[in-house]
């Protein structure tokens, strides 16, 4: 019998891939564990390896392929003894794994199109939505997952109004979310009061509206990658979810500068093929993401994360750093950075940022952590505020150090200065305890010798 291979999901949020390359042809014979192609994440590059034996019929999905969904046919293989022709045939006649009974949903579309309802209360005769499933018939029961059901009654929604994308035509979370975004749904309203008429959606412009307002002929369109639509989804998610909170702080960095170059001067010398080189060279952000973690040990009460049902308080500083690398940025994390000494976090940063812009930094390595860093001071920015990236409570936006005059007893001096900004999620870090974590980062920053130890 044919095996189908499908595009594997990578990480939790990873939707669609781009097939980037394959590393076997046609008539191949592979086994379990080898290496078959380079899949192309929203942040990385990623190696597939075959989880069964037997020879490949046919790549159904050829290299370079932009945009395949996960769980889509990719390719099929013959079994041992199978002829490959007949398998590639019967592999094509095969129905793919992410495909619904006929008896349910004809084809399946994407979430937010599964999520479309008509903007009237249910009737007895519903539309068939946009995927071709249809909504629950008045009186008949809906499938509805556990979380869906919550959501939409804390949302006031009539669950049954809701299209379901799930097997079965059942409703899932998404399919919640995506209809009250869409501000069509029909609310739950006591049997005694009559149904409001609907409240239309501000819609956003379209694609075509945008492109009107300007010259034909004076711009060029440059398709969204992977990696682009990720942050744009991720960012509207985390603006529009959580409820962002700023605080500000000045810190003193002129002893940190000087125990800075006090250490990378002691720093012993390591033989390589390049020849003689520094066992470290320490920068001011290695300091910035030791001292954060610092910070969120003394203020343990700030090293959460906020779910709806608990709050995550966790035992580890995990910090993340934004690495700018073509076309977005991706955070990977320095584990345990409250436990380990400067030299460390400095090499194990560097690797990271190094293979980040080779996108090599596996799943593991960019996603979770307990808070992250975003310094924008070696591009000269005085100060900002960044964009807290879920599941994070924190994150800590740095600016550039620079002369500034300070009063100290009455006189006026010369200090460099740097601006720090904390956006907080106010449901976990609220402003006293947001001002506590950021008095901590501050004196750490500037009795710099308390990392040493």
């Not at 300091?287 to 709806?308: C, E, F, G, R």
């Not at 620079?402 to 609220?430: F, N, P, Q, Y």
Request: aromatic share 2%; hydrophobic share 45%.
């Amino acid at each position: 019998m044919p095996i189908n291979i499908t595009m594997p999901a990578l990480s939790p949020t990873m939707e669609e891939g781009n097939l980037a390359k394959w590393l076997v042809k046609e008539g191949d014979k592979v086994s379990p564990g080898d290496v078959i192609a380079e899949i192309e994440t929203d942040k990385a590059t990623m190696e597939v390896e075959a989880v069964d034996e037997g020879t490949v019929a046919k790549l159904v999905v050829p290299a370079g392929t932009e945009g395949v969904k996960v769980n889509a046919v990719i390719a099929i293989l013959a079994a041992e003894g199978e002829d490959a022709s007949a398998a590639a045939k019967g592999g094509d006649a095969a129905p793919a794994k992410t495909e619904a009974p006929k008896a349910e949903a004809k084809a399946e579309a994407p979430k937010a199109e599964a999520a479309k309802v008509e903007p009237s209360v249910a009737s007895a005769a519903p539309k068939p939505a946009a995927n071709g499933a249809v909504a629950a018939t008045a009186g008949e029961r809906t499938f509805a997952s556990p979380l869906a059901r919550r959501i939409a009654k804390d949302a006031g929604v009539d669950v049954a109004a809701v299209t379901g994308s799930g097997p079965h035509g059942r409703v899932v979370k998404a399919d919640v979310e995506a209809a009250i975004a869409g501000g069509g749904v029909a609310k739950a309203a006591p049997a005694s009061a009559p149904a409001a008429a609907p409240v239309p959606a501000v819609k956003p412009m379209s694609d075509e509206a945008v492109l009107k307002l300007f010259e034909q002929g004076s711009y060029e369109l440059v398709p969204h990658d992977n990696m682009r639509k990720t942050i744009a989804r991720r960012l509207v998610e985390a603006k529009s979810s959580i409820p962002h909170f700023y605080l500000t702080l000045d810190c003193e960095l002129d002893a940190l500068l000087k125990l800075r170059s006090e250490l990378n001067a002691a720093a012993p010398m390591r033989k390589t093929e390049k020849g003689d080189v520094p066992a470290y060279k320490l920068s001011v952000n290695d300091m910035i993401i030791k001292a954060m973690a610092q910070a969120l040990v003394a203020v343990p009460d700030a090293n959460a994360s906020w779910t709806d049902t608990a709050m995550v308080k966790h035992k580890h500083a995990d910090v993340g750093v934004a690495v700018s690398i073509p076309g977005g940025l991706i955070t990977p994390i320095v584990r345990k950075a409250d436990q380990k000494t400067l030299s460390v976090i400095s090499n194990e940063m560097k690797d990271l940022a190094r293979r980040a812009r080779d996108r090599k930094l596996k799943p593991e390595e960019y996603q979770g952590g307990t808070t992250a860093v975003s310094n924008l001071g070696m591009f000269g920015i005085k100060d900002f505020a960044a964009v807290i990236n879920p599941p994070h409570a924190t994150i800590l936006a740095v600016g550039a150090g620079e002369e500034r005059a300070v009063v100290k007893g009455g006189e006026i001096r010369i200090a460099t200065v740097m601006s720090v900004t904390l956006s907080t999620d106010h449901r976990a870090v609220d402003g006293a305890l947001g001002a506590e974590l950021l008095g901590a980062f501050k004196r750490i920053i500037e009795n710099p010798m308390t990392m040493l130890v």
